[in-house]
């Protein structure tokens, strides 16, 4: 593999991880509007030192996080079938980076409330992350049943038919099906069109 086509991946991820967050943001929005209780912590200003008992600057946050999927994990284990925890659980941990750990809530959550596109796209960052490309392209197969436009899911395709199924002219079809149907990101347009010129 050369290093423009390990970019490439490197890139593909980074667009997964970026739907990643936007799902977790909204998510976490949701979780905020149905628990108003909430406490938010503020954050230390670079110039501020740290006192004797208190954590440095970004060690809440990830204290936070892992409170959160503490949360999560006992909303599951109190209700397996929870749709909202499982999703939630499953995006920290692509948050986190934790693929593994990250595909069997969304598997759960796929299997309880099936075609949520957000879910998929979830899963599809998880599974080409553990270099699962199978199962990845199965789940942004399953996307385009549903939302045949959906540029991201054909562009990973794209990615993966040309990179990881050595089939390029099955690639290409996806990579133009995207410049066809997108028509706001431009990171995406200029992706494709790299793609296509190579």
Do not use: C, H
């Not at 670079?46 to 503490?70: D, K, L």
């Not at 899911?153 to 099955?170: C, E, H, R, S, T």
């Amino acid at each position: 593999m050369t290093a423009s086509n390990v970019e490439l991946g490197r890139k593909a991820v980074i667009a997964m991880v970026f739907l990643g967050v936007a799902a977790m943001f909204v998510a976490s929005f949701v979780y905020r509007l149905n628990n108003p209780n909430l406490f938010v912590a503020s954050r230390q200003t670079p110039n501020q030192e740290v006192s004797p008992g208190t954590m440095p600057p970004g060690m809440e946050q990830m204290g936070g996080n892992m409170a959160r999927i503490r949360d999560y994990m006992a909303q599951v284990e109190a209700n397996p079938d929870d749709v909202d925890a499982l999703i939630g659980l499953g995006n920290s941990f692509l948050m986190m980076r934790a693929w593994e750990r990250a595909v069997a809530p969304l598997d759960r959550a796929n299997e309880l409330r099936p075609g949520d596109i957000e879910v998929l796209k979830g899963i599809g960052i998880a599974r080409f992350s553990l270099e699962d490309y199978i199962k990845a392209s199965a789940a942004y197969d399953e996307i385009l049943e549903i939302a045949p436009d959906d540029t991201l899911a054909l562009f990973n395709l794209g990615v993966i038919f040309k990179y990881y199924f050595d089939k390029p002219d099955q690639a290409r079809a996806y990579f133009e099906k995207v410049l066809t149907l997108e028509r706001e990101d431009s990171e995406m347009i200029k992706l494709a069109k790299q793609e296509l010129e190579k």
